[in-house]
């Protein structure tokens, strides 16, 4: 009598193992086939959007093709957590920032030091940071970041 319910549970035990192995193939080949639409979705964006090139730091050159001048140009970098940290041209600031399909580019509330420079440094300052703030679009062309506005158009250089 004790064979016959050892037998009955190692035959038990057999087909359980059995069914929680087919369950894990199944359950396998999902995360598999998740994992695969993912990486066609990321395929297809590499194909059709450029990358934001995070983790670069960029000097501007003009503002709605003005140059912009002075000792000091604003510059700004963002990180891989998308945080924006940068300098305006009297103070520095910082914000959250994210690139986005067809290279839209979004710029959360900033958040800036108050310190008072000359007054035609505050309104160069003023008026890149505005710009930044209405950012709508990106692209880069080598070297070359241009962030469209609302107003007009930001165009920076690398910096190393």
Known sequence: MNALRIASFFLAMTVAGSAMAQMGRSASKREESEKEKLEQQRAALRRNDKQFPLGASWTVVTLNGKPFGGGERPSFSLDQQFRVKGYGGCNTFSATAYPLKDQGFAVGPLALTKRSCDKAVMANEMQF???????AK???DG???TVKTQRGELRFERAF
Do not use: E, G, K, V
């Not at 940071?129 to 950012?135: D, I, K, V």
């Open 129 to 135: 940071l505005t710009a930044l703030r209405t950012s």
């Open 138 to 140: 990106w692209d880069t």
């Open 143 to 145: 070297n070359t970041l």
